[in-house]
């Protein structure tokens, strides 16, 4: 991963926060070299938010690595007999139909293998994760950077960059994954929550849920009688009202923790293990009762993850007081950065 590279920026859009971080190889190090965010009150003005952001930022490079998600974006987790890692691509391909609901002439393809086992005959398999997009979702995503002036790098997606900013944190600050355990990253963003599953690095799990801030948001809202724009200002910094905001959230935060728990039964299952970690990341993992309620639910150890922490920062471009504070959402900008 940490290869010569020129410097790019990893942007991740958000439904409601544009995320954009600059990573550059300055001899031996991969330095953050430019940061930036900025609120997107609604999807007609995310083209022109981007705009904005790339302007205030200054960033040295117009070469971009950001993701697609959502309902045209699927995961599907299938075994296939064991094959050479170059052909598997192919072969997913020719198979994909029987697992998408999408026509495959329209769809982009890529796959991971997971790990290896056998068959219900004994025979060689792999488990393999098979992500499909739609080729006219990829296509508008990458329009929109190419009409800003900015240069698409690669198109990926908030459950692979969650690792790959893992990946990059366990290089650059050794230790920070304790060996032979397994953890799941949880990103909770305000439309969804992504969650990989990571064993010794590599993915085995990778699953998006669509439950994340403005759920909690909109729960507060209810709660208290207010306008959702209270409600967030409200959910930031609960203050006195925080015993009514951890009410308020507890029906959000148990629907939110049961898909997560699934997940979590879902790779046991396929992979005889067991999580033992939960790192959380995003937006709203900046609210005070998200580690704790989670935790409680979850019955696993759960703590918010820094994913600059080991990252030498370049204090003359970058407001390190303000990516210190904001550093819990910018995990996928990183891993997207980090991958090119």
């Known amino acids: 991963m940490l290869k010569p590279r020129r410097s790019i920026v990893g942007l991740d859009i958000g439904s409601s926060c544009i995320k954009a971080v600059e990573l550059t190889r300055e001899k031996y ?7 930036a965010q900025i609120d997107v009150p609604n999807e007609a003005s995310r083209q022109e938010a981007i705009a904005e952001l790339m302007r205030a930022a200054k960033f040295r490079s117009k070469r971009v ?10 995961f599907r987790y299938v075994s296939m007999p064991e094959m050479a890692e170059d052909k598997l691509v192919q072969a997913v391909r020719l198979e994909a139909d029987k697992y998408i609901p999408f026509d495959v002439a329209d769809v982009e393809i890529d796959a991971q293998r997971l790990g290896s086992g ?10 393999v994760l098979l992500i499909a997009a739609k080729k006219s979702f990829v296509a508008d995503h990458v329009r929109l950077l190419v ?16 690792g790959n900013a893992w990946e990059l944190g366990d290089q650059v600050n050794p230790g920070i994954q304790e060996s032979g355990r397994t953890v799941a990253l949880v990103d909770v963003g305000s439309a969804k929550t992504s969650i990989n599953i990571l064993r010794e690095n590599t993915t085995c799990f990778a699953r998006e849920v669509p439950l994340g801030g403005q759920d909690l948001t909109n729960a507060i809202a209810r709660r208290l009688g207010i306008e959702p724009g209270a409600a967030e200002a409200v959910k930031r910094e609960p203050g006195e009202q925080a015993a009514l905001v951890a009410e308020a959230i507890g029906q959000v935060l148990d629907d939110l923790g049961n898909e997560i728990n699934l997940s979590f039964d879902f790779y046991e299952n396929q992979f005889d293990g067991e999580v033992q970690d939960v790192r959380l990341t995003g937006g709203s993992a900046l609210l005070p009762s ?22 030498k920062v370049r204090s003359d471009a970058v407001d390190v007081e303000a990516l210190n504070r904001q550093a819990p959402q910018l995990a996928v900008a990183i891993g997207l ?4």
């Not at 190090?29 to 430019?34: A, E, Y």
């Not at 690595?65 to 699927?74: D, E, L, M, P």
């Not at 009409?147 to 969650?162: K, T």
């Open 29 to 35: 190090d991969l330095v953050v070299s430019g940061y």
């Open 65 to 74: 690595a950001t993701a697609v998600s959502g309902k045209n974006v699927v």
């Open 118 to 127: 056998t068959d219900a005959a004994g025979k060689p398999d792999m488990k």
């Open 147 to 162: 009409e800003l002036g900015l240069q698409p790098a690669s198109i990926g997606v908030d459950g692979f960059a969650l």
């Open 290 to 311: 998200l580690e704790e309620g989670l935790e409680r639910i979850l019955e696993k150890r759960t703590k918010t993850w820094n994913p600059i922490e080991g990252l």
């Open 337 to 340: 950065a980090a991958a090119v």
